[in-house]
């Protein structure tokens, strides 16, 4: 019996945690950058979150400042908890200078924090296929752009940023990636297909919930009953 109550109670609790899941996709579905999640569960039943790593919509903006990654890699950036990576390339200049994401903390290039000194950026500033940023003609840095050959090691941070639990050893160059500018990878997410999918675990959960139910009726009326003369 207690086999029996234990396998709708299992399957509940995966089906709530494929649903938060994609209720945290669908709540992301318009974050620059950002790579949905599946979960999966090992033998021992230990839910196992999976991010999906695919490539996102491209969508012009005509921003200088905004730049967008094809192919595998992800920008470096420089936070007060250490450094942190991102694929999302809405960046922007602060008042000393200084290249930055949305929450102002540095984008890195192979020589640092990028720091461009520039009159009319607008007209100046370029950022090639390779990552190079060119100023009036000339390169002044280029792009810190990373991978590592482990992406499970990637985990949320927060603020649309990732760390990584691994060696730090373990980050190499991507050199199988390409820069666009005036452009922004969008999320991944495809909201018609993360619908379905929540229709679908919720029904699952409903089901097994009705499962629980009807165990503990079945339990009570045992209870409650026992014993009892006729």
Do not use: C, W
Request: hydrophobic share 40%; charged share 25%; net charge negative.
């Amino acid at each position: 019996m207690l086999l029996e109550v234990t396998r709708p109670v299992q399957g509940g609790l995966r089906q709530e945690r494929k649903l938060e899941a994609v209720s945290n996709n669908l709540a992301n579905a318009e974050t620059n950058g950002f790579k949905k999640d599946r979960v999966s569960f090992d033998d021992k039943f230990k839910a196992q979150m999976n991010k999906d790593f695919s490539q996102g919509d491209m969508v012009t903006t005509g921003n200088p400042f905004d730049l967008a990654l094809v192919g595998q890699g992800f920008f470096k950036i420089e936070t007060p908890e250490g450094i942190r990576y991102t694929r999302d390339g809405n960046f922007t200049i602060d008042v000393n200078g200084n290249l930055v994401n949305q929450n102002g903390f540095a984008v890195l290039g192979q020589g640092g924090a990028i720091a461009l000194d520039l009159e009319n950026p607008e007209a100046e500033l370029f950022f090639n296929q390779a990552g190079e940023i060119v100023v009036a003609g000339e390169i002044v840095d280029t792009l810190d752009i990373v991978t590592f050959q482990d992406l499970r090691k990637l985990e949320r941070d927060g603020k649309n940023l990732l760390s990584y639990k691994g060696e730090t050893t373990d980050e190499v160059q991507a050199d199988q990636v390409a820069v666009q500018q005036k452009t922004l990878e969008k999320s991944n997410v495809q909201v018609v297909d993360e619908m379905v999918r929540m229709i679908d675990y919720h029904r699952m959960f409903e089901t097994f919930s009705k499962s629980i139910m009807t165990f503990d009726e079945v339990d009570n009326k045992a209870i409650n009953d026992v014993g009892t003369l006729r």
